[in-house]
């Protein structure tokens, strides 16, 4: 993947991903996030927007946008097993075996698309729970990813990311005003709901701040 490689290694793999994320209309995300969460919502009660919404619906569109099916069942354990410390398991080495296949396999392009898709799920769903939380409670909307990884010298390192959600430099997210999008689409789908509990618990991360279980019903 691009963000674990250096000099031209990283330029070419972020290229394709760039390329990739070229070819979406943005707009287009922020409807159809949209109009999949209104569908889920229409049909359910109670809904806990941190597993039903805000991880497949922005990679169930963003996999539509390029190209592909709605693989958001398999990114989601392959992007929980992307974290430090995490040794994945066997339903996670199987899904990205699927991810691989689904798009195009064993090519730098594959790593791109999934890459971009792993990327679309834990964290555009820390932008959806941090920004409903802050809305719901009227306390400010925190910063979901707090650190990076880079790899430099065979060595994986930290970088702390405070004020700077999406990266700066020739690091910076490419997909920021996608994630933006997305996340605007469910966001503005939920208006008019109320939270179920009074505390949010919080997922135990050292690189991410977002809620683990966020359970919403109509106001």
């Given at each position: 993947?691009?963000?674990?490689?250096?000099?031209?290694?990283?330029?070419?793999r972020?290229?394709?991903?760039?390329?990739?994320l070229?070819?979406?209309?943005v707009?287009?995300?922020r409807?159809?996030?949209?109009?999949?969460?209104?569908?889920?919502?229409?049909?359910?009660?109670?809904?806990?927007?941190?597993?039903?919404?805000a991880?497949?619906?922005?990679?169930?569109?963003?996999?539509?946008?390029?190209?592909?099916?709605?693989?958001?069942?398999?990114?989601?354990?392959?992007?929980?097993?992307?974290?430090p410390?995490?040794?994945?398991?066997?339903?996670?080495?199987?899904?990205?075996?699927?991810?691989?296949?689904?798009?195009?396999?064993?090519?730098?392009?594959?790593?791109?698309?999934?890459?971009?898709?792993?990327?679309?799920?834990?964290a555009?769903?820390?932008?959806?729970?941090?920004?409903?939380?802050?809305?719901l409670?009227?306390?400010?909307?925190?910063?979901p990813?707090?650190r990076?990884?880079?790899?430099?010298?065979?060595?994986?390192?930290?970088?702390?990311?405070?004020?700077?959600?999406?990266?700066?430099?020739?690091?910076?997210?490419?997909?920021?005003?996608?994630?933006?999008?997305?996340?605007?689409g469910?966001?503005?789908?939920?208006?008019?709901?109320?939270?179920?509990?009074?505390?949010?618990?919080?997922?135990?991360?050292?690189?991410?701040?977002?809620?683990?279980?966020?359970?919403?019903?109509?106001?």
């Amino acid at each position: 993947m691009a963000r674990f490689s250096n000099g031209s290694d990283h330029v070419r793999r972020r290229a394709l991903a760039v390329d990739a994320l070229a070819l979406v209309d943005v707009d287009s995300l922020r409807d159809k996030a949209f109009a999949r969460t209104h569908q889920i919502m229409t049909s359910v009660d109670v809904v806990d927007v941190m597993a039903e919404i805000a991880r497949p619906v922005p990679v169930g569109v963003l996999a539509e946008a390029l190209g592909l099916p709605d693989v958001s069942a398999d990114v989601t354990p392959v992007a929980a097993a992307y974290h430090p410390h995490v040794t994945p398991g066997a339903d996670a080495e199987a899904a990205l075996t699927r991810l691989i296949a689904v798009c195009g396999g064993p090519t730098e392009l594959a790593a791109a698309r999934i890459g971009l898709l792993v990327q679309a799920c834990d964290a555009t769903a820390g932008l959806i729970g941090n920004g409903l939380s802050a809305s719901l409670t009227g306390k400010p909307a925190e910063q979901p990813v707090l650190r990076t990884r880079r790899r430099i010298d065979g060595e994986d390192v930290t970088v702390s990311l405070a004020g700077t959600p999406f990266g700066a430099g020739p690091r910076e997210c490419p997909g920021s005003r996608h994630a933006t999008a997305l996340a605007t689409g469910v966001l503005e789908a939920l208006r008019g709901f109320r939270l179920t509990e009074t505390e949010t618990t919080w997922v135990s991360s050292p690189n991410l701040r977002m809620p683990a279980v966020l359970r919403v019903t109509r106001g």
